[in-house]
């Protein structure tokens, strides 16, 4: 399932509910990847890639995903690292 995001509010949206949903069942160690990066993003290229890496981090992460939640990781790291091609 490939989602190509048309602002950054659809993308910040799915982020949100994502890391909600790793709070819920604490999935430590992948809000740990993720949440630096999401709370300190500047708009700039290095703020998009810093939230990419982060994200395939997660991906990466010894904490169970769902496979929805992996699907969702994976788009956002593609939309994520299109914005640092794409500045």
Known sequence: MN???TSSD???HDLCLLTEAWCDRRCLHALADVLP??????GSTDGWGE?????KAAFLS???LTGHERQMVAQLRRAAEDSVHWR
């Not at 990066?37 to 500047?42: G, K």
């Not at 939230?51 to 994200?55: D, G, Q, S």
Request: overall charge negative.
């Open 10 to 12: 659809d993308f910040f």
């Open 37 to 42: 990066a999401f709370t300190s993003i500047n």
């Open 51 to 55: 939230l990419a890496a982060a994200l």
């Open 62 to 64: 010894k904490d169970a």
């Open 3 to 5: 989602h190509i995001y």
